[in-house]
């Protein structure tokens, strides 16, 4: 039985994840960070009924030796790194956090398969961020980065590491560029859950307004099970490489907020309000990838639609506030 490792196994990817390694018969060990409240915390997977099959290891990956003992005694098959600080605007307020986690997390865990697991397959979960203010229409794996904020940053100098230890050390590492991706287990900070949530919130008169950031900005927008599905292709290869994984088609704020409302037979229009506080010290304008190396030697598609996953969402918000009422 194949056995793997994930970090941030209590996040979105990794809860899609873990379902995916399941289903696929591995067993399948999670990175527990605990703080607390361990119960909550692994709420995701629980909503993919998978808590009972995830074995939790508890660790962190700002502890080095932490790693070092949980890899000698997990001796994984796949590793797949997830766990970051990964909110943007936060990255502004606690840029040295995002920097510990983030990108010397990284560099720990990179550390450790090379002292305890070095013939161990590695997944990096690297950023479209990183590509920032870019300077082609549609990003691809030869793009050069721009980052636009301390998150990005970290992503960018994780993303480099891998690459070395791959050169240096002959690691089997993939970066997987990951552009956004969503789906009901998305943390409610990010903009399309917030929107999602605002929307059902809205139709069942629970609140009137959704006070939002930069309507302009644009991202290629996924479906989270189908991108880690991306990653997992990644590590069956012959090769170790760097993929983007990405839809092609970017869409504004603007255009998240009319698809999500007209869901609920509303005009965005009326609700959506723009307040500077959700506004960001640098934005980046548009992001969209060109996943073409992913959709040629991985034989990898998206099978969500943007439109699909919204009322997906949507549905799942009404679900819950109802449940709540
Ligand atoms: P990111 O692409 O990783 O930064 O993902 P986010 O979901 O946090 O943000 C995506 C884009 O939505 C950024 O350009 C934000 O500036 C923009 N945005 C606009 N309003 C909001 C908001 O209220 N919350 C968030 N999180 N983002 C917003």
Same mark, same amino acid.
């Given at each position: 039985m194949a056995r793997a490792l994930i970090t941030g196994v209590t996040g979105q990817d990794g809860a899609y994840l873990a379902a995916l390694l399941i289903e696929k018969g591995y067993e399948v060990y999670g990175l527990l960070h605990r703080h607390g409240g361990s119960e909550a915390v692994q709420d995701r997977l629980r909503r993919l009924n998978c808590t009972g099959s995830v074995r939790m290891v508890d660790g962190n990956?700002?502890?080095l030796s932490s790693l070092i003992r949980l890899l000698q005694k997990v001796q994984p098959d796949e590793i797949y790194n997830l766990a970051a600080q990964s909110f943007v605007r936060m990255s502004w307020d606690q840029p040295l956090l995002t920097t510990q986690v983030t990108a010397i997390g990284t560099a720990n865990m990179l550390e450790a398969v090379r002292i305890? @697991?070095?013939?161990?397959r590695y997944f990096q979960a #690297? @950023? @479209?961020? /990183? +590509?920032?203010r870019a300077e082609t229409q549609a990003q691809n794996e030869d793009t050069l980065f721009h980052p636009r904020s301390p998150y990005a940053s970290a992503k960018v100098f994780a993303h480099c590491l891998v690459q070395?230890?791959? %050169?240096? +050390?002959?690691?089997f590492g993939c970066n997987g560029i990951m552009f956004n $991706? *969503? #789906?009901?287990?998305?943390g409610i900070e990010f903009v399309l859950r917030k929107i999602t949530d605002g929307a059902a919130r809205i139709s069942l008169g629970l609140a009137s307004e959704l006070p939002m950031g930069n309507l302009d900005a644009r991202r290629d +927008?996924? $479906?989270?099970? %189908?991108?880690?599905?991306? /990653?997992w292709l990644m590590l069956q290869q012959d090769k170790a490489d760097d993929y983007v994984v990405a839809t092609g088609r970017a869409a504004s704020i603007r255009d998240l907020c009319r698809i999500a409302f007209a869901h609920v037979k509303l005009d965005w229009e009326a609700f959506?309000? &723009? *307040?500077?506080? +959700?506004?960001?010290?640098?934005? &980046? *304008?548009?992001t969209v990838g060109d996943a073409t190396r992913a959709r040629t030697r991985l034989g990898w598609v998206p099978q969500t639609s943007l439109e699909d996953m919204i009322a997906e969402m949507v549905e799942a918000d009404l679900k819950r506030w109802r449940a709540n009422a």
């Open positions: 990956l700002i502890d305890a @697991s070095p013939t161990a #690297s @950023s @479209s961020e /990183m +590509f920032g070395n230890y791959r %050169d240096a +050390f002959g690691l $991706h *969503d #789906s009901p287990l998305r +927008f996924g $479906h989270a099970r %189908d991108y880690v599905r991306a /990653m959506v309000k &723009v *307040d500077a506080a +959700f506004l960001r010290p640098a934005d &980046v *304008d548009v």
